[in-house]
């Protein structure tokens, strides 16, 4: 949670920090702030609410210098309002600090510091941190030794930019459990939570590891354990192109990114299927056939849509691999005490990487001596790090908080390792050159669901102001339902709840009358009868259906109000193309409700706190 951006060179650098915030906005937008030194002292422009807040704030009472840090907050500790938004200022008004995480023993500081004197300004757990080193920094002038004191005394997770109005022109960034990448320039640096504050300016960027500091000043980075051991660090090329990161002719990234499925998904199997062979490629994962053939269960763990992923994972892996899974969600799975026999296969679902939650459970389960492989999108991110192996999405980056490609991406990255798993046992090359076919023309079929924007647009207008939605499902299109729901009440505020088709009649059922839309994901399986059966009771109390059917199928408009067709494909493949109505119904509803697609309220791209 939460964006950092820092700029330490010869050019400008409101505008380089302004920039970054807008584009780091998806983690957080509860408040925004700047700081940088100028004329021996630290000077800060804060404001409640988005990055244009603050802009404008900006435009009345600039901030120059050639060196800044900027922050774009979503609020843990302290509500959002202008006293709680970094950066945060020591007692002293020398140090000033962004930070991304929680500082987990914030309050036994601040009681200490307290005894000592210094008046605190805020209620961040941050505050602490800031007020912390100042206090080390006021006895001993050594800034650097003064934070690596500090930090030894935090306990919780932090990805942090320091400036000292005594050291102009020099920033000191620190990571543990919150991601930080350093952008090297010629003679300048950009620090940044993730690459999109930093692909403008360069292309040449150091991931920092858990427990690294790097101090940038002269033109010159150096990188540290937090005990001073000087690290190596390698300069990688970051894989992000700036054209990605525009929203283009797109009204918003979530609609961007819905359409672009057709080809994000071409990207993510690209190389990866072998017609001829009915065999998958997946170099990720080649290191580690040995663990593969020899997998017993497979573990998967996630949270919030990547999960749903990895519940069609759970259908996929028994039906292609005959492998027992279960999937766990990652908040859940670290708090049990999950039995790891030999054989465990974990899998990692996540977008971003950088989900606390899962990076947690990851660290928990290699503990107990599982493999894990990761499932991840944003290339070098933490959980891509710390898995054993794994198979990027390629689908380039997902900036609309309501997760879309990555969720595609996801199902068809878990078909195509179920398949390659299944082949070395009982799957038989027949099955597998289908679903492989199946598979290299579902970007096809994708592109044939987006062309019915229209009519999903026009049957979302009719339903919009109801405020209770149900949506049903079987099979692995019951994660579907899960996802449609989901989706419908992230960006639009209607409450709605997914649940598999039958379950409705032990309890649901009781809500459905002639306001409640029930959206039904029906298409032509081995459960399509018993749906039929699950309408038909909907039907009788006069709930509205909106069903997701096949093409060519007749009998469902004799039940439905609304019926919108799907091109046919293998059903294990179903969930590739029955998800995008719901994807288009959900950014419509929320776009008819008013409300703002792309940042929804109370939430942010990646969660990296627990
Ligand atoms: O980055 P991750 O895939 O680990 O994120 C997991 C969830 O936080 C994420 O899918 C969330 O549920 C989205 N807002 C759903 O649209």
């Known amino acids: 949670m939460c964006g950092i951006v820092g700029y330490v060179g010869s050019k400008s650098a409101d505008n380089i920090l302004l920039n970054g915030l807008k584009r780091l906005e998806y983690r957080g937008y ?76 914030h309050r036994s500081i601040r009681s200490l510091l307290e005894g000592k004197g210094i008046a605190f300004q805020s209620d ?55 991601p930080l990448i350093v952008g090297v320039g010629d003679g300048e640096f950009v620090i940044a939570s993730d690459g999109s504050a930093i692909v403008e300016h360069t292309s040449q960027v150091i991931f920092l590891k858990d427990n690294e500091m790097v101090e940038l000043s002269d033109g010159r980075y150096e990188i540290s354990t937090m005990d001073a051991e000087p690290i190596q660090a390698q300069v990688d090329t ?87 899974a279960e999937v766990e969600y990652s908040s859940e799975l670290r708090y049990r005490n999950p039995i790891i026999e030999e054989g465990t296969i974990g899998i990692v679902l996540s977008q971003s990487g950088e989900t606390a939650d899962s990076l947690a459970a990851l660290r928990e389960i290699k ?43 996801q199902v068809a990255v878990l078909t195509m390792m179920a398949i390659d798993m299944g082949r070395r046992r009982y799957l038989s090359h027949a099955r597998a050159e289908e679903l492989l076919k199946e598979l290299h023309q579902i970007p096809g079929k994708v592109e044939k669901v987006l062309a019915l924007e229209d009519q999903i647009r026009k049957i979302t207008a009719k339903y919009v102001d109801r405020n209770n939605w149900l949506y049903l499902g079987r099979g692995v299109n019951y994660p579907v339902a899960l996802e449609g729901a989901l989706k419908l009440k992230e960006i639009s505020y209607i409450h709605a709840e997914g649940m598999p088709a039958a379950e409705m009649k032990h ?11 029930v959206v039904v994901v029906a298409p032509k399986d081995h ?23 096949t093409e060519g199928d007749t009998r469902l408009s004799e039940l439905a109000e609304e019926v919108i067709y799907v091109p046919q494909t293998s059903p294990l493949l179903s969930p590739l193309v029955t998800t995008i109505p719901l994807q288009l119904m959900a950014y419509h509803a929320a776009l008819m409700r008013g409300q703002n697609v792309d940042k929804p309220r109370n939430l942010a791209k990646s969660v990296t706190v627990e």
């Not at 580690?288 to 990895?310: D, M, P, S, Y």
């Not at 991110?381 to 794994?390: L, N, P």
């Open 367 to 409: 503990r107990k001596g599982a493999t894990v492989f990761g499932i991840v999108n944003v290339v070098g991110s933490s959980i891509a790090r710390e898995t054993d192996a794994g198979v990027y999405l390629h689908v380039g980056p997902e900036i609309g908080v309501a997760s879309t490609k990555a969720f595609t991406a």
């Open 507 to 517: 309890g649901p059922i009781a809500l459905i009358d002639e306001d409640m839309p």
């Open 30 to 105: 509860d408040s925004a702030g700047m700081a940088i030194v100028e004329d021996g002292h630290i000077s800060t422009r804060r404001a409640k609410g988005r990055v244009t807040e603050l802009e404008q704030i900006l435009a009345e009472q600039p901030l120059k210098s050639t060196m800044g840090i900027a922050h774009t907050r979503w609020a843990t500790h302290g509500k959002p309002s202008v006293k709680n938004a970094h950066p945060h200022v020591d007692a002293s008004g020398r140090l000033a600090l962004v930070h991304n995480g929680i500082i987990e023993n």
């Open 527 to 549: 459960t399509y009868d018993k749906v039929l059966s699950n309408i038909e009771e909907v039907h009788t109390r006069q709930g509205r259906i909106i069903a997701i059917a």
């Open 124 to 178: 961040t757990d941050t505050e602490s941190l800031v007020q912390l080193i100042g206090y080390f920094y006021k006895e001993s002038g050594d800034l650097t030794g003064s934070l690596q004191r500090a930090l030894r005394d935090v306990q919780g997770t932090f990805g942090i930019a320091l400036i000292c109005a005594d050291q102009p022109g020099r920033i000191i960034g620190a990571r543990r459990g919150s």
């Open 238 to 324: 970051l894989e992000l192109t700036l054209e990605e990161i525009e929203i283009g002719s797109h009204e918003h990234y979530m609609h961007k990114e819905i359409f672009e499925q057709p080809q994000s998904l071409a990207n993510c199997l690209a190389g990866r299927l072998d017609l001829q062979a009915g065999e998958v490629v997946l170099g990720g994962l080649s290191e580690v056939q040995r663990e593969i053939a020899n997998c017993k269960r497979v573990l998967l763990f996630a949270c919030g849509t990547a999960w749903h992923a990895g519940l069609v994972g759970e259908y996929l892996f028994e039906e292609l691999s005959f492998t027992p």
